[in-house]
């Protein structure tokens, strides 16, 4: 018994996970009696193959039918998938039968009804559930619920108020985040005083909050900066601290050295009409720098309880990241696209130091993204 109990639990499950209204199921008597069919097909006036066609119908349907009454006592929600597959199976062997020559032998039966019926039950069933999940009047409860309304439109479209309860699910399970502005605590690169003022930091800041979903509600999270909550009188419900610990610039020269270049290079040709080459000399004087470490730190808290959901660091991918950049002297006409690369990279200034704050970037927002959605919910 117990062995049984667990076999159907187990099909119930997997009913669950690729559940779908047009669902059929196939065991070894359906196999056998499609076998015997097909042998009718070709022998139509077989006495013996008659009758084990319809043996086998019988046997096929008390199978499916006890399955059924089965997950009539389970509480599982998946077991209405799992009956209406089985229905849907059975509907399709009552079909065969119907136009196979032994059709007037069997009484045959249309399931249709039974399965609208199953239909109503499930739709009715995860309706009430979504009711008792809205009224916890929490955002993880009223997710539920959503889904759980979801699924009763898909059982039955429309099904009484479901649309106007999903819409209030919807809202009622959104988790507004505030985005602060970012901190920092680290000297250089930046004047402390004038850090709130710098424009590439306040367009990180609302970039971010856009980057990470913004006002759209993706996923039922919507992601807001100080500005926009005060703007639209919106109280948060999770806010992000974000705090630039770390930042060494510029960045660090790790050796510097020289390059002989010498290239042949057409200067015109003699009187016979060949090119005539000059061999022209440079040097290139290159220093190679490599990106220092950076940190970011980030802390997810709850604002009702002011619980801290989540702490972590961030590190930029750039770390250790080595780039040359290069002066010369000599016939510039001795460099090569390769060498002037180089020389037109401008990694040592600013821009490298843009780069970088771009790399923390995005890692930084990939590691909110990814915590923001393991916390929150």
Known sequence: MQTRLLFITLLIAFFASCSSSNKTVTYAENRALNDALKKLEKKPNDPEIRKDVIDLYHQAVNQH????????????????????????????????????????????????ADIQSVRAEAAETFYQSGLRNLDYGTKREARRAYDDFQRAKRYVNPYKDVDVLMRTAYEASVVNVLINPIQ????????????????????????????????????????????????????????VDINWNFMQSPPNIINRYDKQLSRNIEIGKDTSGRPVYQNVRATLHVTRYQNPSNDIDYRIVDATTNQTLDWNRVQTSSNGQIFETATFTGDSRALSQDDWRLVNNRGGNGNQQDQMIRDMYDDLLRELRNRISTRVF
């Open 184 to 239: 920092n605590s680290f000297p250089g690169m930046w004047n402390n005083n004038n850090w709130n003022f710098d424009p590439r930091i306040r367009f990180l800041h609302e970039q971010l909050a856009r980057d990470l979903g913004g006002q759209s509600g993706t996923n039922q999270v919507r992601y807001f900066t100080d500005i926009d909550l005060r703007r639209l009188n919106i109280r948060p419900d999770v806010v």
């Open 65 to 112: 039918e006890q399955r059924i009454q089965a997950y009539k006592g389970s509480v599982d929600m998946g077991r209405f998938d799992a009956m209406i597959a089985e229905y849907n199976t059975l509907q399709k062997i009552n079909e065969s039968i119907r136009t196979s020559s032994v059709f007037r032998e069997v009484d045959t039966k249309n399931y249709s």
